[in-house]
Every structure is written in structure tokens, then in C-alpha cells.
């Protein structure tokens, strides 16, 4: 696992628990190698953001349960894939990010700039 910094070289705060999230289900936006989907950044999802992502191919809010997937549902924290929040905010649908819980190496698809856009955790 890399180390769990933020993008702010600070240690990684955890995203949620409730569902469980992350590619490790740790509830942080933990990443290796292994993640080549680059679960970094951590959001809190909305309607909206749910309806364009199941309709580019990725429907985050039908339960599989046997990959232990509940399902999500707007208001769910969750570590979402570097590259799909970074196509949902060139649609208008990218959803607030917690930026002391995204992981650093989102910033390795998106800028800094961007998710602070979106920051739901700055003054």
C-alpha cells in the first residue's frame, strides 16, 4: 500500500464507514498498485452525480452483493475513481471532494485546482 498521505502531504483522513469504502474497504481512500482504477478521491455523492455516472457505464447505486457493494445513495461518502470524478466535473457532475480525505495520488489525474473547485472541506 502507498503511504496514506493526502493531497496536502498531511496524513490521509478517513472518507466513510458507513457504506465501507476504498478499494483496501478500509474507509480511506488507501491506494497500492493493484488499484488500477485509482480509488484517491474522496466524495460525497448526489443524485445527480449517481444518474451520470450509471449513465456512462458505472451504476454506483444498484446493491452487488456479491462483491459486498450495498449500493450507494446521495449523501454516501465514498472514494470515487481519480478518472471518473475528473470526467464528471468536465460533464457539470462532478460532486464535492473531501480534500483531506482524497488520497495524493489522485493528483496524479487531476489537478490540485480542480478538486478545489469542488473542496467541501476548506474555509
Same mark, same amino acid.
Given at each position: 500500500?502507498?503511504e496514506s498521505l493526502?493531497v &496536502?502531504?498531511? $496524513?490521509?483522513?478517513?472518507? =466513510? ?7 483496501f %474497504? ?6 497500492s498498485?493493484d ?5 484517491t478521491?474522496c466524495?460525497r455523492?448526489?443524485?445527480?452525480f449517481?444518474?451520470f455516472?450509471r449513465?456512462r457505464g ?5 446493491p452487488?452483493p456479491? &462483491?459486498g457493494f $450495498?449500493?450507494?445513495k446521495p =449523501?454516501?461518502?465514498w472514494c470515487l475513481?481519480?478518472? %471518473?470524478w475528473?470526467?464528471?466535473?468536465e460533464h457539470?457532475?462532478a460532486?464535492k471532494?473531501?480534500?483531506m480525505?482524497t488520497?495524493k ?6 489537478p490540485l485546482?480542480?478538486?478545489?473547485e ?6
Amino acid at each position: 500500500m502507498d503511504e496514506s498521505l493526502n493531497v &496536502f502531504d498531511e $496524513p490521509l483522513e478517513p472518507c =466513510g464507514n458507513d457504506p465501507k469504502t476504498g478499494f483496501f %474497504r478500509d474507509g480511506c481512500c488507501n491506494t497500492s498498485d493493484d488499484d488500477l482504477g485509482s480509488h484517491t478521491v474522496c466524495v460525497r455523492v448526489t443524485r445527480e452525480f449517481l444518474e451520470f455516472s450509471r449513465f456512462r457505464g458505472n451504476d454506483l447505486s444498484t446493491p452487488v452483493p456479491q &462483491f459486498g457493494f $450495498p449500493g450507494l445513495k446521495p =449523501g454516501d461518502c465514498w472514494c470515487l475513481c481519480a478518472a %471518473r470524478w475528473l470526467e464528471a466535473y468536465e460533464h457539470n457532475r462532478a460532486p464535492k471532494v473531501f480534500l483531506m480525505r482524497t488520497h495524493k495520488k489522485a493528483l496524479d489525474i487531476v489537478p490540485l485546482e480542480k478538486l478545489k473547485e469542488f473542496a467541501a472541506d476548506l474555509n
